[in-house]
């Protein structure tokens, strides 16, 4: 064993004056960084990682991995920055989705680790929905930012938080959340739908309108430069969020920091045509883009499907025209969205910090383009509206690996905590992802719980069947479709299946590993008898699930039969 250091007047010896010298001011820098609220680190130990989480609003999956064609008829990559620096420099989760489909229960689900029942946001909007249900629930004070705060690191927050933070137009909310150091955030609620002439609230100071209000199609937009010409004359939304994001790491100090940017593209915004508005730079430069047709698309038979789908007619050329012109836009508005991470990026690696930060990029839900006659919107239990990006890069991550495990986002509060060596301050019913990307072949037999109710249910335990409907406000962006309202339902992803329970009384059942596409509904089928009774005890045991029930792996599942 080594022997301890003596100093004068043990046993006559004496230590050497400049190694003594040293150690005072070794225990002086210490206890200086502790009066600071920093932490020490180790000799020799890594400093914690910064963590970058990067959120788009209404991104389906085909709107990352897909094509745009430019004006040659060359088809190019929609995100080939974010593929290029961190998907193919990182992992990709290819079965990741966002379980509550809609704007703010997703949100909070990012910031919690929780279910949207047990978080408390589950609407929109209302007493149980967007900003006022995250103030009155215990998420306001126990969020991912209050915890990594209290753990030592910088917190940063850019663009979009939670529907009406804000009046309608006025008044703006000045109030900053607990748990953010640095705090930019659109300071109303139709913000978060204007790419220009937006309010903003800037660490509690409302500023704006930043831009023209009253853009349109062919006036009242940054000028062609941007943003080159400099920040003080470009307002586009998108651009403004990554910039300042990047003058936030430009400016970042040896303290670890997180950084949330949340663009509110490809979500559309309030002025003709339908979709979002693109930057300048990128205006009508898909216009030779096709309709998108993804497996499913103006579905020929939906029979099988519940009453309020099945009654859905073919949908015609207008419509087809609209989900053409609204994925173009869609697409367009990326293109800014995919700059920003490159800025970021670059950021990253000018200040030296790059190899030693986790990025994180993902949406808060999908988006359907057509699929089983739904021309537009979100919240119903198919694919297209729970399955989004989910790519990361940072360090021990291998290069080009894929992870087919079932995460969603509860899932990510869960795994930044672990990166950054911090402990949440309430349950948490996510997992960390780190082992799934350790060894990116590993699959558990974890059920993953989906849900949503616009109205009082009975199908969540301890929620309020008296609770009279809530109507969601016109124009307020969270409807299914033109032709399709909102469906109270719960359901249950685990291995090759998914089972819905809807409020009206109706059952799915889709094989995914056969039919991705959710064509045909086994529900009635009796060769699926002995799934079904499995998927109903784990969808029971899973519906009201906290904490670590809602972690609980299952026991083998049924076989799917053979195709019929």
């Known amino acids: 064993m080594e022997e301890a250091p003596r100093f004068p007047g043990q046993d006559g010896a004496t230590v050497n004056r400049r190694m003594f010298v040293a150690l005072l001011v070794t225990a002086a820098f210490a206890l200086g960084m502790v009066l600071l609220g920093l932490r020490a680190e180790p000799a020799g130990a890594a400093p914690r990682p910064n963590i970058v989480v990067i959120q788009t609003d209404d991104q389906p999956i085909e709107q990352f991995e897909g094509t745009w064609r430019d004006y040659y008829d060359r088809d190019r990559p929609i995100m080939p920055n974010t593929a290029r620096l961190i998907r193919d420099q990182g992992i990709e989760f290819s079965r990741y989705i966002t379980p509550y489909p ?30 006022p249900a995250y103030r009155s629930n215990r ?32 008044p703006p909310e000045a109030e900053v959340p607990p748990g953010w150091d640095r705090w930019v955030s659109d300071a109303t ?25 009253w853009y349109d199609t062919d006036s009242g937009k940054d000028p062609v430069g941007c943003p080159w010409l400099g920040l003080e004359v470009c307002n586009y939304h998108s651009d403004s969020m990554s910039l300042q994001a990047v003058n936030a790491i430009e400016n970042s100090g040896r303290k670890p920091f997180y950084l949330q940017i949340d663009y509110h593209t490809p979500h559309g915004d309030s002025k003709p045509p339908i979709g979002p508005e693109p930057a300048v730079r990128h205006y009508d430069t898909a216009l030779r883009t096709p309709v998108p047709m993804p497996p499913g698309f103006n579905e020929e038979d939906n029979s099988d499907k519940p009453d309020f789908i099945s009654a859905v007619p073919p949908m015609d050329s207008t419509e087809i025209e609209q989900i053409k012109g609204e994925n173009q836009k869609s697409v367009e508005a990326l293109r800014s969205v995919d700059d920003g991470v490159k800025w970021i990026y670059k950021a990253l690696r000018a200040k030296g910090k790059l190899n030693n930060t ?144 809807s409020e009206s009384g109706d059952h799915e059942l889709y094989v995914l590993s056969q039919d991705p596409a959710e064509l045909d509904n086994r529900y009635e089928d009796p060769r699926y008898r002995r799934v079904i009774r499995f998927l109903d005890r784990e969808l029971e045991r899973l519906r009201g699930c906290r904490a670590a029930e809602c972690r609980t792996t299952t026991r083998r599942w049924p076989r799917p039969p053979g195709n019929p």
């Open 139 to 170: 998420i306001f004070d126990e969020n991912l930012g209050t915890w990594l705060q209290r753990s030592g690191y910088r917190t940063l927050h850019f663009g979009k938080f939670m529907n009406y933070y804000g009046g309608l137009d006025e």
């Open 358 to 501: 986790y990025i994180i990029f993902t949406s808060d839900n999908g988006f359907f383009l057509g699929q089983h006659r739904i021309s537009r919107g979100k919240l119903l239990p198919y694919e297209p509206a729970l399955r989004v990006p989910m790519v990361i890069r940072g360090p021990g991550i291998k290069r080009r690996s894929v992870s087919r495990e079932l995460v969603a986002n509860q899932d990510i509060a869960p795994t930044v905590l672990k990166l950054a060596g911090a402990r949440a301050g309430r349950r948490v019913d996510g997992r960390p992802m780190v082992r799934f990307w350790e060894k990116p072949g590993k699959i558990s037999r974890r059920p993953v719980l989906i849900s949503s109710y616009s109205s009082a249910t009975s199908l969540i335990p301890g929620d309020y069947p008296s609770e009279p409907q809530v109507v969601v406000p016109e124009g307020s962006g969270a409807s299914t479709s033109g032709s399709v309202a909102s469906q109270n339902y719960v359901g249950i992803r685990l291995g090759p299946y998914k089972y819905v329970l």
């Open 189 to 213: 609620d139709n913000s978060t739908r204007d790419f220009y002439g937006y309010r903003q609230n800037v660490d509690g100071q409302v500023s704006g309108p930043l831009g023209w209000p």
């Open 102 to 131: 809609l704007c703010a229960p997703s949100r909070a689900s990012l910031l919690s680790g929780n279910y949207a029942h047990n978080h408390g946001v589950i609407r929109i909007g209302g007493d149980r929905g967007g900003w």
